[in-house]
């Protein structure tokens, strides 16, 4: 493991804990898209912090690049610790599909983070989905599908303040979203959320 | 005999003590029988496990010294604080004076200690702290609730940072005679603590039936407390060369710190279902959170302190 990970991990743990609980599914070797309640800043960190070093190696979280990929030392956190996919999040700047360094890295076989909501909530539950994890998803159909909720969070960095506190919080792995044939966007959307929310 | 050489046998003794429980779990085990029985030996077997090693940790901190066993604690605060606030209800407000108590309070606080600042460390919490914290969370104008939720932080911080760090803090007191042994007193007073919650939960366990507080403790029962203070004031007792004390003062501290932990145990108990949990946490396996641990060590540190600071030191 690279040394700026193992620090970054043992930081996140010395903060918020990122307590794993593999509820619906076990940390196994297999594709995932990981998809979470986004909250705070330290969202990306804490589910990376709750996975085994093993899985770590070959999951990527994805990052805005209007923040994430700005240069100093949010850069290299996302960049050299987490090995992160950073993507275009306004829409101005959109070269053909924004999504598409995420199809190479799901091609190339790594398993994924996102956030479907696009941007951090206020409230403890997710908002509505965008529409991103439904084109992987149909994308991609062997890629298991595991919603995830991060717990306590909202309240360690809520959104507007630079400083986490320190509290104890719990990555809860639920079981992979059982895929239906010929559902539309919305329904698929709402049923991701859907089972985020089940874990809360 | 060097302090040097009473930790020796002090840890020779908890080691030895230690193999015997990891012993009698192992016997246990093999004769549990029923699901609910194996429940019970199981929870022992971990309750052992991670007392190797929090002695572990504690004997390394001791052998490097007075710096080393002020991180400790400050370590033991901060998690103990991270416990109490995650399972409060605290709202955006509260983010300020939250971000000072953790990362100011607790340094300040045992680098006061380390400073042999007595009279600053012990009004530091009680008064700057006391009147800084709300009127810190004040200034982010939220009036709901606001009065609870002020004095759940004071709460916290006076019992995780103020009340543990005395635990530490009997390395800053001059007692005559005693001269570079202070360490010793910290791991006395953990140690006649701990033994105490250990004994109660054994006699608990034993011949427990009259029980004290049900809905605020289920396992304490009179018999527990009575076999717990018999028991643990005499090793207590029996350990007097490791003190300032001499064999009956040291019956009598015991005693004390017994009775003081045995309060702190039930009050936080009271504190923590209060606010809707069984656990303070999952740290420590077996045990619960840090504060399950500690709970004891809080009520009992700042009082054995004092009374040793009253009638020790010079």
Redesign the interface.
């Given at each position: 493991m690279r040394p700026s990970s193992a620090l970054l991990v043992g930081l996140v743990r010395l903060l918020v804990g990122a307590y794993p609980r593999w509820l619906g599914c076990g940390p196994e070797e297999v594709q995932r898209i990981y998809f979470a309640n986004h909250t705070s800043h330290i969202d990306t960190l804490a589910i990376w912090a709750a996975l085994p070093r093993g899985l770590r190696r070959h999951t990527r979280p994805v990052a805005a690049r209007d923040y994430w990929g700005r240069g100093g030392l949010k850069s290299y956190i996302a960049l050299k610790g987490l090995n992160a996919v950073l993507i275009e999040r306004a829409r101005t700047e959109q070269r053909g599909d924004p999504l598409e360094p995420l199809y190479a890295a799901l091609a190339a076989g790594d398993s994924l983070i996102i956030f479907p909501e696009g941007t951090r909530g206020a409230e403890a539950l997710p908002g509505p989905f965008r529409s991103g994890l439904f084109h992987l998803g149909s994308r991609f159909p062997a890629v298991q599908l595991v919603p995830v909720y991060l717990e306590n969070l909202h309240r360690a960095m809520p959104k507007g303040i630079s400083l986490p506190i320190p509290l104890t919080c719990t990555v809860r792995f639920g079981a992979p979203l059982p895929r239906a044939t010929g559902e539309d966007k919305a329904a698929f959307l709402e049923r991701a959320r859907g089972a985020v929310v089940a874990l809360a | 005999m060097t302090p040097m050489a009473k930790f020796q046998w002090l840890m020779g003794g908890i080691v030895a003590l230690l193999a015997l429980s990891s012993a009698i779990g192992w016997v246990l085990e093999r004769r549990a029988t029923t699901p609910a029985k194996r429940d019970v030996v199981a929870n022992l077997r971990a309750r052992v496990r991670s007392w190797w090693v929090m002695v572990a940790i504690f004997a390394v901190a001791f052998l490097l010294g007075k710096g080393a066993t002020l991180v400790l604690f400050a370590f033991a605060s901060?998690f103990a604080?991270?416990?109490f606030?995650?399972l409060t209800p605290?709202r955006?407000g509260d983010?300020k004076p939250?971000?000072l108590a953790?990362f100011v309070l607790i340094p300040a606080q045992y680098l006061l200690i380390g400073w042999d600042r007595y009279g600053v460390f012990t009004i530091f919490i009680p008064v700057y702290a006391f009147l800084l914290l709300p009127a810190f969370a004040a200034l982010d104008d939220d009036p709901d609730e606001f009065l609870s939720r002020s004095a759940k932080i004071q709460w916290a911080v006076m019992i995780t940072v103020y009340c543990i760090s005395h635990a530490p803090a009997l390395m800053l007191l001059d007692i005559p005679g005693y001269e570079g042994q202070n360490a010793l007193l910290v791991f006395y007073l953990v140690l006649v603590v701990q033994l105490s919650d250990v004994m109660q939960y054994v006699f608990g366990k034993l011949f427990g039936r009259r029980k004290i507080a049900p809905r605020v403790s289920p396992s304490k029962t009179v018999e527990g407390f009575l076999g717990g203070l018999a028991s643990a004031a005499l090793i207590g007792a029996a350990m007097w060369w490791i003190t300032p004390f001499t064999p009956l003062q040291a019956l009598g501290m015991s005693a004390i710190v017994v009775l003081m932990g045995f309060l702190g145990g039930l009050t936080l108990s009271a504190v923590k279902r209060s606010l809707g949990a069984k656990d303070w946490?999952?740290m420590i396996e077996g045990h619960g959170g840090m504060l399950d641990r500690m709970d004891s060590v809080s009520f009992a540190a700042p009082v054995f302190f004092h009374l040793t600071r009253y009638f020790f030191a010079g």
């Open positions: - | 901060f604080l991270r416990e606030i995650t605290t955006r983010h939250l971000f953790f946490g999952v």
